[in-house]
C-alpha cells in the first residue's frame, strides 16, 4: 500500500530562516509520481511540483527547491529566506503512474508559520 | 482559464438529510477527483471520474456517490448525513490524456460541509 508521511505536524520560524519540510513515502511501484501541494488559509489547494520516480535530479524555483532521493523514499521541501506569505499548510502526496487513475495518496500534512 | 469551481462553497445540513455537491473541472479536464478533509483523517480520496465512468474508489460507505456528465462536470452526493461526514470537500481535475502518466491535480476552493 502507498504511504506518505510528513513527521513535522507544526514548524515556527522567523522571517529569513530557511526552513525544510520533509516527507518520506512508501510505495511497492517502481513508477510513481510525487507531488508538493500547498493549502493556504483560504482552504484551496495549490500545486507546486511534481517529480516522477525516474528523475532524481533537485528542483529549483525561486526561493523553493526539492530534494529527491530514491535511496532513503524522501522527497523534502526547502524554502529560502521564508516570508510571512509562506505561511500555510504543505502536503506532499503520492501517485502511482498508470493504471488509468489519478489518486493521490497524501501526507496529513505540515503547518509551516512565518513570524515577521 | 477559469479554475477549478465548485458549488455551493458552504452548506449547513442536519443528520439524516442528503446533499450534493456540484464540481466544474477546468476546461479540457477530463478526470475529476473529490477529496475529504478532516482535522483528524487529513486528507482522503473518494473517487475519481473520467469520461462519465468511476475510475477508482477510496474507502468510504456507500452513501457518498458521485457521477460526471458529458461536459465533464461532477457532482458527488452524500445520503443520511453524519455529524462525522462534517468536512471540507475539494475536487480536483487533471488533463489526463496519457494512461501511463500521472498529472498535477488542481483543486478547487473546497465546500465546506456541517451537519448537526
Known amino acids: 500500500a502507498q504511504k506518505v508521511t510528513q513527521a513535522q505536524t507544526e514548524i515556527s520560524v522567523v522571517e529569513k530562516e530557511d526552513v525544510t519540510l520533509d516527507c518520506v513515502y512508501e510505495?511497492?511501484?517502481?513508477?510513481?509520481?510525487l507531488f508538493w501541494y500547498k493549502q493556504p488559509p483560504s482552504g484551496e489547494l495549490v500545486f507546486l511540483i511534481r517529480?516522477?520516480?525516474?528523475?532524481?535530479q533537485n528542483e529549483i524555483s525561486g526561493r523553493y527547491s526539492w530534494n529527491f532521493q530514491k535511496s532513503t523514499s524522501s522527497f523534502n521541501f526547502t524554502i529560502t529566506a521564508s516570508q510571512v506569505v509562506d505561511s500555510a499548510v504543505y502536503f506532499c502526496?503520492?501517485?502511482?503512474?498508470?493504471?488509468?487513475?489519478?489518486?493521490?495518496?497524501f501526507g496529513k500534512g505540515t503547518k509551516l508559520t512565518v513570524n515577521p | 482559464k477559469a479554475g477549478v469551481t465548485q458549488t455551493p462553497r458552504y452548506l449547513i445540513k442536519t443528520r439524516g438529510q442528503q446533499v450534493t455537491l456540484s464540481c466544474s473541472p477546468i476546461s479540457g479536464h477530463r478526470s475529476v477527483s473529490w477529496y475529504q478533509q478532516t482535522p483528524g483523517q487529513g486528507l482522503q480520496f473518494l473517487f475519481e471520474?473520467?469520461?462519465?465512468?468511476?475510475?477508482n474508489k477510496g474507502n468510504f460507505p456507500g452513501r457518498f456517490s458521485g457521477r460526471q456528465f458529458s461536459n465533464s462536470r461532477s457532482e458527488m452526493n452524500v445520503s443520511t448525513l453524519e455529524l462525522g461526514d462534517s468536512a471540507l470537500y475539494l475536487c480536483a481535475s487533471s488533463l489526463d490524456t496519457r494512461q501511463d502518466y500521472s498529472y498535477e491535480q488542481y483543486f478547487g476552493p473546497g465546500t465546506r460541509l456541517t451537519v448537526t
Open positions: 471520474y473520467f469520461s462519465e465512468t468511476q475510475r
Open positions: 517529480r516522477n520516480s525516474f528523475d532524481e
Open positions: 502526496a503520492l501517485s502511482e503512474a498508470g493504471g488509468g487513475s489519478e489518486k493521490l495518496v
Open positions: 510505495t511497492r511501484d517502481t513508477t510513481y509520481y
